[in-house]
Structures are given as structure tokens and as C-alpha cells.
């Protein structure tokens, strides 16, 4: 689940700024608006699945028990990935781009 999440963040991040750089913007402007503009979804996306896993990683509700462990590595997935998709990623694609 947070696999295919993050795949989707990304994959929209750099199809964002694959448009801004088809428009004749740098590398480097086109990545900074791409994450200005993909910020609000990707937190959204983020908050809500945590939002959505508290009660099972806090134990409530009837087998809850056995899902906690799941829920617990789904939040921090999330977490994780949040940061994952709006620095490392266009960072990583700013330095393979050729810096232009």
C-alpha cells in the first residue's frame, strides 16, 4: 500500500515537472514549482492514510490487536515517504537531469 502511494507521488511530482520543463523552464525552477504544486496532494494523501490507521495502531476496536503492526509500519511509511517524495526526488532528479 504505501509502495504504490509513493510510486503515484513520485510519478506525478516528475510528470509535473516534465510539463514546466517542456514549457522551457530549467531543472531547477521546474522542480520547485512541481513540488509547490504537488505539496497539497501528497500531504493530503499522506495525513489522511495516517489519520485513518490511528485507531488500529492504537489497539481500538474489535481485532485491532492483530492488525496494529500493520498499521504502525503504514504511518511511518507515510511519514517517511512524505519527505521522500518532495526532497530526495526532485533533488535526485535535479543532479541526473544534467543541471541545466
Not at 11 to 36: C, N, P, T, W, Y
Not at 49 to 56: C, E, F, N, R, Y
Request: a positive charge; proline letters at 4%.
Amino acid at each position: 500500500m504505501v509502495v504504490g502511494i509513493v510510486a503515484k507521488n513520485g510519478i506525478l511530482l516528475l510528470d509535473a515537472g516534465q510539463k514546466f520543463r517542456a514549457s522551457g523552464i530549467g531543472v531547477e525552477e521546474s522542480m520547485m514549482r512541481a513540488g509547490e504544486r504537488r505539496l497539497r496532494p501528497i500531504m493530503m494523501t499522506a495525513l489522511a492514510t495516517v489519520a485513518g490507521m490511528i485507531p488500529l495502531s492504537l489497539g481500538w476496536g474489535a481485532g485491532s490487536q492483530m492488525l496494529r503492526p500493520l498499521a504502525i509500519a503504514i504511518i511511518g511509511g507515510m511519514l517517511a515517504s512524505m519527505i521522500l517524495s518532495l526532497i530526495v526526488t526532485p533533488a535526485v532528479h535535479y543532479y541526473l537531469a544534467g543541471r541545466n
